[in-house]
């Protein structure tokens, strides 16, 4: 028999819906590819009944390993559990006909983080992004969530400046066993246990180490000494010698943006004085303009 | 679980260097049957061969690496299987334009009828974007063309054996019979043209796009050779962006 012969219009029609999933067509209304991870592909889609656009994460019709379907699925129970205005919400999970999970969820627009730093923003605009992911990720750890791939490209900033922790396909429960020697994660932000595949040392702390590096990426080239002591001592290579929580790694960082002294920069007198008059500057400035004027005026009668 | 994957693949490349004869043959039968055509439009487009000669080459191409067993020395951690063997096209047609001389049809050897006027026709009609880009990525994409050629062959033979024509001919009248600039058939007019209600034309439409995912993964996973290469592979070609 003959082969049929693919067109180049033909081609690229056919690797565009080959992979398309077969998710409840009266539903969602599959429109195109806005994501492709090592584990799955998310979709922009209508939810019909709704009438609003979501995001459908869909497990790649390549991947068969039991593992693989098993962490899609603990991904979307997780998000479902985590309640929280920092991590993206689910609105429906389920299977397809031929056996891929997927779940909706919001779809969120704006940039990744490493996007969003080129941005030209802030120090201070940048702080009070990185104090959100800190947020969302407290409130995972509080509920015995460990992410695990915490880094900027997991990171979305939205148009009006909300910020969501996305990405919770390696994330575990604390209390969860794992073989030893699983490597999950990205080199550059992972803590150095969980490079090593070190399963039992590997906690809520890995996350911190994370933070860290984030928080470095996002630092300017000349970044004040104490902000780069918090980022150092977050990312600090033992787990014993970093934060040991991720809010006492904020509280450090609250602490910097309100000129009082961190726990991980331990001051001279210079330091001191510094910090200590950059926080009353105002008040400082008007004192020495009143003298300045003062003094003008003495001048001026003399 | 994914149901519709293949799960156990079969690759052939392992098997070309088979001390077996007739594993061997039949290797080199489903290698030559996928990758004829890409190598013929890759001799004609970029070694600007003329169509004799561009014959003759991917003849003899083949039939020297089933001889002499080029193909032997892959290295799967050093390149994808596809790229190591467009690499070795490249070697054997730059030896032949130094010998200077018109090639020899391998020793007589025929893996499978390769339909040169065809493959010729088609060549004729690569033009602008398609002729663009490196020689790696022309290659891909006609390797990509090839495999779902014969993945489409596979779709057609199953669904008549089982009874599904209309399930194919859908499928052929919606997603492979696609031209540039000419609007596709609605769901409504397939509906009506094919005697069927509209809600069947979705999901006779979505039973062989599955069927059809299934057959370019069992080409796929015949083609690659090993489980690095098949993921990557798959994923570049079922994950690309409309």
New interface residues.
């Given amino acids: 028999?003959?082969?049929?012969?693919?067109?180049?219009?033909?081609?690229?029609?056919?690797?565009?819906?080959?992979?398309?999933p077969?998710v409840p067509?009266d539903k969602y209304e599959l429109q195109?590819?806005i994501g492709?991870g090592?584990m799955g592909?998310v979709y922009l889609a209508r939810d019909k009944e709704l009438d609003r656009l979501v995001a459908i994460k869909v497990?790649?019709?390549?991947?068969?390993s039991?593992g693989s379907?098993e962490r899609l699925v603990r991904e979307a129970k997780i998000l479902a559990r985590l309640e929280h205005p920092g991590i993206v919400p689910v609105h429906d999970v389920g299977v397809t006909?031929?056996?891929?999970p997927y779940y909706v969820m919001k779809l969120v627009k704006g940039n990744d983080l490493s996007a969003h730093a080129g941005d030209d923003l802030s120090l201070g605009a940048m702080l009070r992004v990185f104090e959100r992911i800190c947020d969302a990720v407290a409130f995972a750890h509080a509920h015995g969530v460990i992410h695990r791939d915490l880094k900027p490209g997991n990171v979305m900033v939205g148009a009006f400046g909300e910020v969501l922790v996305m990405d919770w396909g390696v994330a575990k429960f604390a209390a969860a066993v794992e073989s030893p020697g699983t490597v999950l994660g990205t080199p550059g932000y992972m803590a150095p246990e969980q490079a090593m595949g070190d399963v039992e040392n590997t906690d809520h702390r890995a996350d911190v180490f994370s933070l860290g590096a984030i928080l470095g990426f996002l630092l300017p080239e000349a970044p004040p000494p104490a902000l780069r002591a918090i980022a150092r001592k977050a990312a600090a290579v033992d787990p014993g010698e970093r934060y040991q929580t991720v809010t006492a790694l904020a509280d450090d960082l609250s602490r910097f943006r309100a000129a009082e002294a961190v726990i991980a920069y331990p001051e001279n007198l210079l330091d001191r004085v510094r910090r200590v008059a950059w926080k009353y500057r105002v008040p400082l400035a008007l004192v020495l303009a009143y003298v300045f004027m003062r003094m003008l005026l003495m001048l001026i009668r003399a | 679980m994914p149901g519709e994957f293949p799960t156990t693949r079969h690759s052939i490349v392992q098997a070309l260097s088979s001390p077996e004869p007739e594993v061997r043959r039949r290797a080199f039968d489903t290698l030559a049957r996928c990758y004829w055509k890409p190598v013929y439009k890759y001799v004609r487009l970029r070694w600007h061969a003329d169509p004799q000669d561009a014959e003759d080459l991917t003849q003899d191409f083949f039939a020297q690496a089933f001889e002499k067993g080029h193909l032997d020395r892959y290295d799967p951690a050093k390149a994808r299987f596809r790229t190591y063997l467009r690499v070795c096209v490249d070697g054997a047609v730059a030896n032949a334009k130094k010998a200077g001389a018109r090639l020899k049809r391998g020793g007589g050897i025929v893996f499978v009828p390769m339909d040169f006027p065809a493959a010729e026709h088609e060549t004729l009609a690569v033009t602008g974007d398609t002729a663009d880009g490196t020689e790696e990525e022309f290659f891909r994409r006609e390797w990509i063309r090839s495999l779902f050629e014969l993945a489409l062959g596979r779709l057609r033979d199953e669904c008549q054996t089982e009874g599904k024509e209309t399930a194919f001919r859908l499928f052929q009248k919606y997603d492979v019979e696609r031209e540039a600039e000419i609007p596709a058939p609605t769901y409504a007019g397939l509906a009506q043209a094919f005697n069927v209600p509209e809600t069947q034309v979705t999901n006779l439409l979505a039973y062989a796009r599955r069927r059809f995912r299934h057959h370019v993964l069992e080409v796929l996973g015949e083609l690659t050779a090993s489980d690095e290469e098949f993921a990557a592979e798959a994923r570049d070609i079922l994950g690309a962006s409309p």
Avoid: C, F, K, W
């Avoid at chain 1, 003959?2 to 992979?19: E, F, G, K």
């Fill in positions: 028999m003959t082969n049929l012969p693919v067109s180049d219009a033909a081609l690229r029609h056919l690797q565009a819906v080959v992979d398309l077969a067509s195109e590819i492709r090592g592909t497990l790649g019709s390549h991947i068969t039991p379907v006909p031929d056996g891929r």
